[in-house]
T-cell receptor, first 112, second 113 residues
Framework: NAGVTQTPKFQVLKTGQSMTLQCAQD?????MYWYRQDPGMGLRLIYY???????DKGEVPNGYNVSRLNKREFSLRLESAAPSQTSVYFC???????????FGSGTRLTVV | GENVEQHPSTLSVQEGDSAVIKCTYS??????FPWYKQELGKRPQLIID?????GEKKDQRIAVTLNKTAKHFSLHITETQPEDSAVYFC????????????FGAGTRLFVKA
C-alpha cells in the first residue's frame, strides 16, 4: 500500500517549457487535489477533483491544467512554465472530500 | 474569499513546556478543521482534526479546541519534545458546494532541549 505517489521528485525547467506532474493513489479515495507550497504562504490549492470525471479551480489555477484520468490518477500540467511557478507541488487525496488529506512526497520544481 | 490566519509564525519553547498555535477562519460554512505537521523536507501529515459539532478533542499530548462563534481554533501541545520541532499548519474545510481546504501560512515550532 503506497498511499499517494508523485513523480518526478525534482525537476528543472526552462521558461516556456511544458511538463506534467503525475499523481496516483491506491486508497480508493474519491477526491484528489493539487497544492503548491511557497515559503511563508502555506499550501495553496491549484485544482481539485471531488470525484472521477470532475475538476474545479482552486485559489491559484492560472497557468495550470489538470486531468483526472481515472479514480486513481490526477495529473497537473504546466503548458508554458514561468519562474513564478517555481515551488514545491503536493498532490493529496481524501475520502469523500470530507476528511483529512493524505499527501504525496512532493515535487520540487525550479523554472529558470 | 475564504481565509485562514495562523499565529504565531514562529514559536520557540523549552523542552517540557507547552506550545499553543492559534487560527482564525473567515468562512462560516467551514465544518472541519485539521492540523498538519510537516518536518523539514517531508510531506505534511495529519496529526489531529476536529469537526464543527465538537468543542475539544485530545490525543495524548496534543489537543485542539474550537470556538465556532468566534471562528477560532487552537492546537495545544503539552510536554513538548525535540521531535515536535516542525512546521504546523491549520486548515479549514467546508463540504457544502465544494471540497476546498484552505490552509494557514504555518507555524515553525522549535523545541529546545
Amino acid at each position: 500500500n503506497a498511499g499517494v505517489t508523485q513523480t518526478p521528485k525534482f525537476q528543472v525547467l526552462k521558461t516556456g517549457q511544458s511538463m506534467t506532474l503525475q499523481c496516483a493513489q491506491d486508497m480508493n479515495h474519491n477526491s484528489m487535489y493539487w497544492y503548491r507550497q511557497d515559503p511563508g504562504m502555506g499550501l495553496r490549492l491549484i485544482y481539485y477533483s471531488a470525484s472521477e470525471g470532475t475538476t474545479d479551480k482552486g485559489e491559484v489555477p492560472n497557468g495550470y491544467n489538470v486531468s483526472r484520468l481515472n479514480k486513481r490518477e490526477f495529473s497537473l500540467r504546466l503548458e508554458s512554465a514561468a519562474p513564478s511557478q517555481t515551488s514545491v507541488y503536493f498532490c493529496a487525496s481524501s475520502v469523500e472530500g470530507n476528511y483529512g488529506y493524505t499527501f504525496g512526497s512532493g515535487t520540487r520544481l525550479t523554472v529558470v | 474569499g475564504e481565509n485562514v490566519e495562523q499565529h504565531p509564525s514562529t514559536l520557540s519553547v523549552q523542552e517540557g513546556d507547552s506550545a499553543v498555535i492559534k487560527c482564525t477562519y473567515s468562512d462560516s460554512a467551514s465544518n472541519y478543521f485539521p492540523w498538519y505537521k510537516q518536518e523539514l523536507g517531508k510531506r505534511p501529515q495529519l496529526i489531529i482534526d476536529i469537526r464543527s459539532n465538537v468543542g475539544e478533542k485530545k490525543d495524548q499530548r496534543i489537543a485542539v479546541t474550537l470556538n465556532k462563534t468566534a471562528k477560532h481554533f487552537s492546537l495545544h501541545i503539552t510536554e513538548t519534545q525535540p521531535e515536535d520541532s516542525a512546521v504546523y499548519f491549520c486548515a479549514a474545510l467546508r463540504n457544502t458546494g465544494g471540497f476546498k481546504t484552505i490552509f494557514g501560512a504555518g507555524t515553525r515550532l522549535f523545541v529546545k532541549a
